[in-house]
Each structure stands twice: as structure tokens, then as C-alpha cells.
């Protein structure tokens, strides 16, 4: 389920964006969605045919339904930025989002029985192939050969992510974050192990889906149990880890933020109130 899950997020993670990209990329999502899809499974014409409808109608549906439960969640998130949060407050808010992807898992189940009834054998091959590659990538961009290394890259991607919500980080607030990176418990040893599981979890789902003798509601069961398989890891060692790094996460936010000036929380609040009003205006389109 790891290429859905990575959809999914997409849907969702236009704040990593530029304001000025979120409308091109919302309005085109359908089409984008496809283009990744058949990136990963080299789709046939008829295919191509049945999941463009199906992808807009989601499309529809989403930007009715979903778009004004982000523009409420942003609300909440712009008040938080006006004080000192906790990290629970911090939780909640990373499960409004968890929340908002389990509504959208939802919705495309059907989607993925009607197409993954007509995959081919080469097709699933195809797709074998291209989660070894993206695995690789994973592995590349996360999974240096040292401690030091890999601590490098998060204060990096960390470091980018809260200037753009910030502004400007000062040198405490970096060496904050440092000290968060070098005592969290993050191991991609066992991160990367749950991503193989779930790469043989979605193939066994997707070639059990092919089966003409069972029928659509036992096939959605099929691709409802991987979702919630993603969201509750039947790998302890993986869903211990991660409820563990979250938490970690959630203190690093809180903290961050407590030491945050008046103006970079001005900045925060208005960076939030930027894809506020994007949001607000895509639902009227």
C-alpha cells in the first residue's frame, strides 16, 4: 500500500509547497495522480480510460468535502501559533491530518479493486520493480553509513521545513533542534523494514484482488485490512518505534515554537493564512 499511501500524502501535502503552486497542483491532481499510478504500472489504454473518471470524481468529492476540513484544521493550527503549545496539543494536531488520510483511504478503495482487477502478471512485475527503486532512493536519501551523517541530513530537512514556517532560524533554535535530532531514537533499520513489509503487503493484496471468485465487498475488506495494516503496523518493533519518534517529534514542535519570537510567529501565522485562503478559494471552483 506504500505507493497509495504516498498519493495520499501528496493530496495532502501541498504546504510543502509554494502558495503560488497549490491551486496548479490541486486543480490538476487527477491528472498527476494518474501520471504516478502509471508511472509505477506502465497502464494500457482501457486502464488509462477506466481510472481518469474515477480520479476526478474523487477529485469532486475532495475539494466538496475534504478542503473545508483542512481550512478548519488551519484555523486551529493559526490560533495555536498566537501562544506556547504542548506537545499533546502538537499530537493532536498530527492526528487531525492522520485523520484527514484515513477519510481519503476511504474514498479510493474502490478505485483500487476496479483497477487492480486488471493487472497483469508483467504489470505487477513492473510494479515489484519500481518499489526496489524507490526503496533504493529511500535508502540513499535517509539511510547514510554513519550516525553523524544521517543526523546531518534530518537538522537539514528540519532546518528548511521550520524557515519556511519561521522565517529565519538564530543559532539556538538550530542548536535546539540539533539536540531533539541527536536524542531521538529514529532508526532507519527498522523503518526500512516496515517498508518492505508493506511492499509485500500490497502485492499479496493486489494480486489477491485479481481473483474473479471473490467478490468486490471481500475485495475491499482486502485493501481496507492493508490500510489499517499502515496505520497499526502488525511489526511491533516498527509501530513501538514510530509512537515513540512522534512523541519525540511533538516535544521538538513544542519546544521550537516556545522559542519563537513575536515575529516568527508572525510569520508562522501568516504562512498558515496563506494556504488558508488558497484552500478556501479551491473550494469554490
Known amino acids: 500500500m ?22 496548479t497542483a ?8 494518474a501520471w504516478r499510478l502509471d ?35 488551519l484555523d486551529e493550527i493559526h490560533n495555536d501559533l498566537s501562544h506556547d503549545v504542548s506537545a499533546q ?40 520493480k519500481k ?35 519561521y522565517g529565519d532560524l538564530n543559532e539556538k533554535q538550530i542548536t535546539l533542534l540539533k539536540q531533539a535530532i541527536a536524542k531521538s531514537d529514529i532508526d532507519p533499520a ?4 516496515e517498508i518492505l513489509r508493506r511492499d509485500e503487503d500490497t502485492l499479496s493484496i493486489l494480486k489477491a484482488l485479481r481473483n474473479p471468485a471473490s467478490s468486490n465487498e471481500e475485495k475491499s475488506q482486502l485493501v481496507r485490512a492493508g490500510f ?15 509512537d515513540k519518534v512522534t512523541q519525540q517529534t511533538c516535544e521538538t514542535i513544542a519546544s521550537l515554537h516556545a522559542s519563537t519570537t513575536a515575529k516568527q510567529r508572525h510569520h508562522a501565522q501568516q504562512w498558515v493564512e496563506d494556504y488558508k485562503m488558497q484552500f478556501t478559494q479551491l473550494q469554490s471552483k
Open 228 to 242: 489499517e495494516r499502515m496505520q497499526n503496523s502488525p511489526n511491533s518493533a516498527y509501530q513501538t518505534h514510530i
Open 26 to 33: 490541486y486543480n490538476n491532481a487527477p491528472a498527476l495522480i
Open 131 to 165: 518499489l526496489e527503486k524507490r526503496n533504493q532512493e529511500w535508502k540513499e536519501e535517509w539511510w547514510q553509513e554513519t550516525l553523524e551523517e544521517q543526523r546531518e541530513v534530518r537538522l537539514e530537512k528540519s532546518t528548511d521545513f521550520a524557515e519556511k514556517v
Open 2 to 23: 506504500r505507493i497509495i499511501k504516498k498519493i495520499l500524502i501528496l493530496a495532502l501535502a501541498f504546504s510543502l509547497m509554494s502558495c503560488s503552486l497549490v491551486k
Open 39 to 73: 508511472d509505477y504500472f506502465d497502464f494500457s489504454a482501457a486502464q488509462k480510460a477506466k481510472l481518469k473518471p474515477a480520479l476526478r470524481d474523487l477529485h469532486a468529492w475532495h475539494r466538496k468535502n475534504e478542503l473545508p476540513r483542512y481550512v478548519s484544521l
Open 89 to 128: 496539543t502538537a499530537c493532536q494536531r498530527i492526528e487531525s491530518i492522520k485523520s484527514n488520510v484515513q477519510m481519503l483511504q476511504t474514498k479510493i478503495i474502490p478505485i483500487i479493486v476496479e483497477v487492480a482487477d486488471t493487472l497483469s502478471e508483467k504489470q505487477l512485475q513492473h510494479f515489484e
Open 190 to 193: 527498522i523503518i526500512y523494514a
